[in-house]
């Protein structure tokens, strides 16, 4: 009898001691760190902005495409796509003359730098990072052009079911992955008192995407002349989020 109590006794002491060792030694969650692009990082010219990035503008890893070319038939230099970096503070001014200033009158955070994007922008990533968030709003050039109207494009009205959005792509090996929309102005709702025009910083949840190696933008209008858009296509960003 004395025989299997000591055995009963020495199976629940390493029972005791195998719940022991699983107790003090739990799995190890990985741990990431969340960095932000915010652009007070580069320097900018005198006239307020950075039109001109050979390469691209390279950050954290981060490729923001630049195409600054060269227009043979009217013999000057341009920018044509991609980003400019920008500190201009004009909200008042209409028309190209202000095409590097953002609506909401600074940088996101009340920051001083931004990035002015064209219609079809593209941005590089570097691997095993995850997008968070980033800011967008109107540049002063395309909320004046939709509040108002100009020489090529209309004023956005209730009547017409205007709207200005983005689409924010995400690719991987040259595939679409995964999308989302962002209204830079609607005036499409019954309740007239809810259209509008972006003019504060909004903040853009990017984590639905998983896995990819660029994400691009490429703006959509209600204001078109066949294929062509009358609305100007420019918007800002600012404070890209992500982790790793």
Known sequence: MKKHIVILGLALTAGLVSCKKDAINPPVASLKTTYTIDFEDVSIPSKGYLDSIHGGLVSQGFTFENNYIFDDYYKYWYFSKGFAVSNVVNVDSSGFGNMYATFAGNGADNSKNYLVSTDNSAIKLPTSIQLVSMAITNTTYTALSMKNGDDFAKKFTGKDKDYLKVWVKGYAAGKVKDSLEVYLANFQFTDSTQNFI???????????????????????????????????????????KFTK
């Open 198 to 240: 972006q003019k504060d910083w909004k903040t853009v949840d990017l984590s639905k995407f998983v896995a990819i190696d660029s994400i691009n933008f490429k703006l959509e209008s209600s204001d078109m002349s066949g294929k062509w858009m009358n609305t100007p296509g420019y918007f800002a960003l600012d404070n890209f």
